[in-house]
């Protein structure tokens, strides 16, 4: 491990200048805040670079916390590759379904539910070194329950070092929250500008809305398909090199889109999203070979921040997302189809320019773009809590109260949600978890479902209950 080469491992990335200022930051504090904006490669280095200065090894880990499954595995599988080692040895995976870990990994990624798991199995969190959270900025409702969780644990193992990684300019809230908790008077942030490339924002409506009662209208998928064609054409004319990549809010969407540019074109045109098998994932992150057709990647917002697709010179984005939300009558979230933050617009548009000049074409108009929000809505707004309230109890901070959190909860979904939880006898009148509850919180499903699995085991085979709540 500490034979690891990070000149070598950060050669051509922009954030290898950055490298010192972290390792310093880890030496002094013990903390850091990182803000680098996607495809510097924050990813790649600065797990490396925290386990060489922590002197990390297969039994004092720094664990990675990825916010999707796809994202972890890219890179850890990345992180080996750079390194000559082998998925397992150096860098493992821990995912839903696989574990890709041996005697020699000093570095593991995996998605925010396993960490949670192992924090509620071993609230000490023994043999992990450090902790780097990625894609803060998303503020997805575990990675937000995870920060607070972390920093409780910081207060009692003051060896534990944390770093904390956003792709947007908000460092400060991350910075002020974690230096209130740990009673320090300042937070290093070890920032990293991307190498700026000029950039053409172009526009592109089509004739009617982008949605309806239904969603994300057929008409306007297969104008998004017409205009990634037409404009990857004219830019081939003039770079025959030239790759795109296209933003849609979903599998679904994704998958039409890619048939009809597939009808279209003569590109080789790829999907990327959390359904595909991980060898078509792969291709798509792989970039093109030398002598390989022109390509198109169809993405959700996977390839915003979370994942680099190399070569990409031309974006077209759709300007959508897709975020839970939670609907009051059902007491339950649901994915919706909304227009997409600012923020994630001009990520997405710096995708094109990363490498060399790029452009942007927006499948919407100016005044939509105005109209948009400047951030998303952090998932612990807006989504069901009935997971994060189970897990807060068993944490001990029921609701989170005395928690560093970056939002409070939403007091009706929270009370909505301690409603379903006693119901389901996961906790009792003080909100405190039962046996059941616990055995609950260590299943990786909805509490709802797991006592569906748990009930259903004692009435019918455990392989048919699984089965039925699959």
Known sequence: MMDLDLERLGADLPFAQAVPRLRAALAGHGVAVVEAPPGTGKTTLAPPAAALELGADARSRVVVVQPRRV???????????????????????TVRGQREVGSGTAIEFVTPGVLIGRLLA????????????????????????????????????EDLALIVMSA??????????????????????????????????????????????????????????????????????????LDALVFLPGAGEVS??????????????????????????????AGREPDGRPRIVVSTALAESSLTVPGVRLVIDAGLSREPRRDA???????????????????????????????????YDESAWAAMPERAVPEIRTADLTSAALVLSCWGAPGGKGMALLDPPAPRALADAHRTLRSLEALDEDLRPTAVGRRLAGLPLDPRWGRALLVGAQSVEESTAAEIVA
């Open 168 to 241: 947007t300019l908000d460092a400060g809230s991350f910075r002020d929250l974690i230096g209130q908790a740990l009673g320090l008077d300042e937070v290093p942030l070890v920032d990293s500008r991307a190498v700026e490339h000029p950039l053409e924002v172009r526009w592109a409506p089509g004739t009617g809305p982008r949605l309806d009662e239904r969603g994300v209208r057929r008409e306007f998928l297969d104008h998004v398909a017409r205009t990634a064609h037409r404009e990857h054409e004219r830019g081939l004319a003039q770079d025959p090199g």
């Open 256 to 285: 039409h889109v890619a048939a009809r540019l597939r009808e279209l074109s003569e590109a080789e045109v790829l999907e990327l999203h959390g359904r595909i098998p991980a060898h078509e994932q792969n291709l798509a992150v």
């Open 122 to 157: 071993d609230p000490e969190l023994s043999g992990t070194r450090a902790i780097v959270l990625d894609e803060v900025h998303e503020r997805g409702l575990e990675i937000d329950l995870l920060l607070g969780m972390v920093l409780e644990l910081r207060q009692l193992r």
């Open 71 to 93: 994202a972890a595995g890219a890179a850890a599988q990345r992180l080996a590759q750079l390194s000559g080692t082998r998925l397992g040895e150096l860098s493992g995976l």
């Open 329 to 363: 009558v059902r007491r339950m979230s649901g994915l919706v189809t909304v227009s997409a933050s600012r923020a994630s617009g001009r990520q997405r548009a710096g995708r094109a320019a990363r490498t060399g000049p790029g452009a942007v074409v927006r499948c």
